[in-house]
């Protein structure tokens, strides 16, 4: 089976791999990796689960294969924890139990995370559209929208001022 | 009976019942540190991969896995047969539903494959994708045979027979029948009559089924990681199947990827997945993919029901009379069997309403389909579809407000204990209060003139309600009587550890919908602890007190009673040793805050961690006589009523584009009693969760299916499932009638979301329709049907 040699930097560590042509970017991540955050789910870029961020901009990590990655920058729901990126916007989920089986969350926040990087004041049905792509059958998306809601009300309030 | 505990009576330090504590499971899921099963990588461990029936129906001449077996890290090919010499059919039927019947099933198929997308052969690979890229090289020799896809012809003299030894296609038929209808019809001043298709619909979980199953020949034992809700129940099931005492079973379930019922299935890919294991001796996994999961997950819904009420002068309903049918695929599903949607449908039609005439009769018939089975408020979306729908042809035949003619109807708050036409008990509900909830919060007057002024600009919005009931904390009469090893008690188990700290194991498991959390909100109140002290266990057969698991609402009812009274216990226990101590009478002291205290001045004697240091490191220094069980188990099984019924009432505000048959959701509403709420937050989060997943029925889901009986839908593409763009914000509201059964007083909130939205859906696009003499009556109300009904596009 052919193999293409890859280098690239996931969650600020460089990594170096064979991966198969075949393989996607969600396969590579949970099962070279052992990045197990990101959840496989639909396989044919519907449900969103497997949202990563790929060189800054969100992606379906099935439906991007892995040997097409050499010298991307790849960071995953376990690297934007670690950094604490999402720190506020984890825990409006915790508050407003925005998560039940927590299976669409990881892909769910890291939608949720790009919205609120391009978007300070997005309006509920801003917030609806833009997760119109991760499907979640447990919480009806309104819990969602509600801690997104927060997590931008919050940081309008903490931030720098314009 | 009991007395109820009263939350608000307990506001004092750890007084956590009845309030928003969030859960402890979430931390970790937010940070994508959870555990599921395609998370876990044993060594050694193998895939499976099934080769799936192209044929509705086929005679299976011969399996060639020659050329699979060439592939490097194709490992082997199993065929039926193979798995039949170590794992035992089953048979799905409940003998108090009387009559039924069904055809052994096996984990793979020995002679005949029987629906599109069954599992006819095994190939074990070293990765999921060489297991597939084997599957395509597997030659299986088909005969198709003609398939039953109609059910409305199944029962046909000329259809075939899917299993010649049962004589004919019919699983299950039952009358229930009260009063004299024909009678009532008779004397009718009113009949409305009205034919509902509530469509074939399936789960969707965003985790796929998922197992993983490691068989150790050296100890002959088999652990079994399982995306499952019945981690004791499947225990039951490997251990009987592949002829093994229970206690060399393990099942454990982590966290579940969404449930709502697909779980709780005996599935034959999984037993098959378990089966090798103990062939093989290694590890195998069988995680299902998307396209799999749409043809060999259990399906449900699929009814066509015939409806009648009558009504008098003075706008009572006299009778209603209905007539269901189900197909529900070629087996009964192991264990709960096929028929119980069926079942449920004639058990609840008409539930809400005071009145006394009724006949419902369900035909459940077998067909070369996916198998159907119990999914999330089992029967309640299609008996709740079928009595709003007559209930609002019925205010429309009288010239009635459906509120109105809802109120007149609806039995009365005093009016408890009573049972129902149906033969349902009910021990206490609160239709008439739940109704005058939801007027407080739609403002129902102000969506009337909204609507008419719309109107008048050629936009038609409607309003529709739908009065539901629940079934809930079911007792055995659902499953037990009926001879299944499903159990409707369940155990807690609560342990004071050296520092203080209290772990509670449930039997009743998590899939997200807070189980966890409510069980440790009620044991951090019942022991005396601060809630971030106590962990909860729940989801390993090996090290949680036996018990059903989650199904039918009876997680917070059932479990939380249990583990209620086991925390009450581990107090007393902790009491008596502190009495010892501390030279008190035990009805002296409590414990607050994990403080042993004096009751009367709160006074702080000691802390509860001093006195498990001494229990556990100086137990000498105690009398020698003293018990000092720090760990004590209850079980709780509910005694006096079959089930504990829950109400409530639901309204959807919608807009219906009549050019494009589009519906647009613009308010949704619920009012519904649980009984005693532990965390209104969870309970809120369930009817939302539970709503969408209704709406998602009745627009959007739909599993189609050929005439040859070919399943259309293989992607997420093909089947719609509600996203976030198109839902409604929703409201809930609450009245509380606590069940007199339990201490807590807890009843489910789980399904009544669902049983309740595909009704007030329907009721509204046809109040918007109403002026255009149109109306839709079968789920999902699509856009082409819609455009069907409004006579814009031909049927």
Same mark, same amino acid.
């Given at each position: 089976m052919t193999t293409n040699s890859i280098t690239l930097t996931v969650n600020g560590d460089q990594v170096r791999r064979d991966v198969p042509a075949r393989q996607h970017l969600i396969d590579f991540l949970r099962l070279d990796l052992g990045l197990m955050g990101s959840h496989v789910a639909c396989e044919h870029g519907v449900c969103g689960a497997c949202t990563v961020r790929l060189d800054g901009a969100i992606v379906r990590g099935c439906l991007v294969l892995a040997a097409s990655l050499h010298g991307s920058t790849v960071e995953t729901i376990e690297g934007v924890s670690d950094?604490?990126?999402?720190?506020?916007?984890?825990?409006?989920?915790?508050a407003r139990n925005a998560a039940q089986c927590g299976y669409c969350t990881p892909g769910m926040l890291m939608t949720a995370a790009d919205l609120l990087k391009s978007n300070a004041t997005p309006t509920r049905a801003e917030i609806r559209e833009h997760i119109s792509g991760n499907y979640c059958r447990c919480t009806g998306y309104q819990a969602i929208v509600d801690a997104v809601e927060t997590t931008a009300h919050k940081r309008r309030s903490s931030g720098p001022k314009p | 009976m009991n007395e109820n505990i009263d939350p608000r009576a307990l506001d004092r330090p750890n007084s956590y019942i009845g309030k928003s504590v969030p859960r402890p499971n979430l931390p970790k899921l937010v940070e994508g540190r959870g555990q599921f099963v395609d998370d876990v990588v044993l =060594?050694?461990?193998?895939?499976?991969?099934?080769?799936r029936s192209p044929h509705a129906h086929a005679k299976i001449n011969a399996i060639n896995g020659a050329e699979a077996l060439k592939i490097p890290g194709v490992l082997r090919i199993v065929t039926g047969r193979e798995l039949a010499a170590i794992c035992d059919p089953w048979v799905a039927v409940l003998v108090h539903l009387a009559g039924m019947k069904s055809a052994p099933q096996y984990p793979l198929p020995l002679e005949r494959a029987t629906w599109h997308g069954e599992a006819v052969a095994a190939v074990v690979a070293e990765s999921r994708a060489l297991a597939e890229d084997g599957i395509a090289k597997v030659d299986v020799d088909y005969d198709p045979l003609p398939a039953v896809a109609d059910m409305e012809t199944a029962l046909a003299p000329t259809t075939p027979l899917i299993h010649a030894e049962l004589g004919d296609n019919l699983c299950f038929q039952r009358t229930n029948e009260s009063g004299d209808v024909t009678a009532a019809f008779k004397a009718a001043h009113k009949i409305v009559e009205a034919t509902f298709h509530t469509g074939r619909h399936t789960g969707v979980t965003l985790e796929p089924r998922s197992i993983l199953a490691d068989y150790n020949k050296g100890s002959g034992k088999l652990v079994v990681h399982h995306s499952t809700q019945a981690p004791h129940m499947m225990q039951g099931v490997f251990a009987k199947h592949l002829r093994m005492p229970e206690g060399d079973v393990r099942v454990i379930?982590?966290?579940?990827?969404?449930?709502?019922?697909?779980?709780?299935?005996?599935? =034959?890919?999984?037993?098959?997945?378990?089966?090798?294991?103990?062939l093989m001796g290694r590890p195998v996994k069988f995680i299902a993919d998307r396209l799999e999961s749409f043809g060999s997950d259990i399906h449900a819904r699929d009814h066509r029901i015939n409806g009648k009420m009558a009504v008098d002068a003075e706008g009572r309903i006299t009778a209603i009379d209905i007539d269901d049918l189900t197909g529900i695929g070629p087996y009964s599903v192991y264990p709960r069997t096929s028929a119980v949607e069926g079942n449920q449908v004639i058990n609840l039609v008409g539930g809400p309403y005071d009145f006394a005439n009724y006949r419902a009769k369900t035909t459940v018939v077998l067909q070369n389909k996916t198998p159907t089975c119990q999914y999330r408020a089992?029967?309640?979306?299609?008996?709740?579809?079928?009595? #709003?729908?007559?209930?609002?042809?019925?205010? #429309?035949?009288?010239?009635?407000?459906?509120i109105a003619f809802r109120l007149k109807n609806l039995m009365r708050d005093d009016s408890y204990p009573r049972t129902s036409p149906a033969g349902m008990k009910f021990e206490g509900l609160s239709h008439i209060k739940s109704l005058g909830r939801l007027m407080d919060m739609i403002d129902y007057p102000l969506l009337r003139s909204e609507q008419d002024a719309m109107r008048a600009q050629g936009i038609y919005r409607g309003i529709g309600f739908a009065a539901f009931i629940e079934l809930t904390n079911p007792s055995p009469f659902m499953y037990g009587i009926g001879g299944a090893r499903i159990s409707a008690q369940d155990g807690c188990t609560v342990r004071i550890d050296p520092d203080g700290s209290v772990v509670a194991a449930t039997g009743v498991t998590e899939q997200g919908q807070g189980t966890e959390g409510i069980i440790r909100q009620i044991v951090a109140e019942a022991v005396g602890v601060p809630i971030h002290t106590v962990r909860v266990v729940t989801g390993d057969t090996q090290t949680t007190p036996y018990g059903g698991g989650t199904w039918a609402c009876r997680g917070a009812g059932i479990g939380g009673e249990a583990a209620l009274q086991a925390g009450i216990a581990t107090r007393a226990a902790a009491l008596r040793v502190a009495s010892a101590m501390l !030279?008190?009478?035990?009805?002296?002291?409590d414990i607050v805050n994990g403080n042993i205290v004096d009751r009367a001045t709160g006074a702080v004697r000691m802390p509860l961690a001093e006195l498990t240091r001494i229990v556990y490191f100086r137990g000498d220094t105690l009398p020698p006589d003293l018990p000092r069980e720090l760990m004590q188990t209850r079980h709780f099984i509910t005694k006096e009523f079959p089930f504990a019924f829950t109400n409530g009432i639901q309204a959807s505000w919608l807009e219906v584009d009549v050019e494009t048959g589009l519906v647009k959701l613009l308010k949704h509403w619920v009012v519904e009693d649980c009984g005693r709420i532990i965390n209104p937050q969870l309970v809120d989060e369930q009817v939302r969760g539970g709503v969408v997943q209704g709406i998602g029925g009745a627009?959007?889901?739909?599993?189609?299916?050929?005439?040859?009986? !070919?399943?259309? *839908?293989?992607?997420?593409?093909?089947?719609? *499932? =509600?996203?976030?763009? #198109?839902?409604?914000?929703? #409201?809930?509201?609450?009245?509380?009638t606590p069940t007199r059964e339990s201490l807590l007083g807890a009843k489910g909130a789980g399904e009544a979301g669902t049983a309740g939205a595909p009704a007030a859906i329907m009721n509204a696009i046809n109040d918007a329709l109403r002026p255009l003499k149109a109306q839709v009556l079968a789920q999902p109300f699509s856009p082409e049907r819609i455009l069907q009904a409004l006579g814009k596009v031909p049927t």
């Open positions: 950094s604490g990126e999402i720190r506020d916007l984890q825990d409006a989920f915790i | =060594p050694r461990m193998v895939h499976v991969a099934f080769v379930c982590v966290d579940v990827g969404g449930s709502y019922g697909i779980k709780v299935h005996v599935y =034959p890919d999984e037993v098959a997945t378990v089966a090798i294991a103990k089992v029967g309640h979306p299609i008996a709740t579809t079928v009595t #709003e729908g007559l209930v609002d042809l019925a205010a #429309e035949a009288l010239g009635m407000d459906p !030279q008190a009478s035990a009805g002296t002291l627009l959007y889901e739909h599993c189609a299916y050929s005439p040859e009986g !070919q399943l259309l *839908v293989g992607s997420m593409a093909d089947y719609l *499932v =509600p996203m976030a763009a #198109e839902m409604p914000d929703i #409201e809930v509201g609450h009245i509380e």
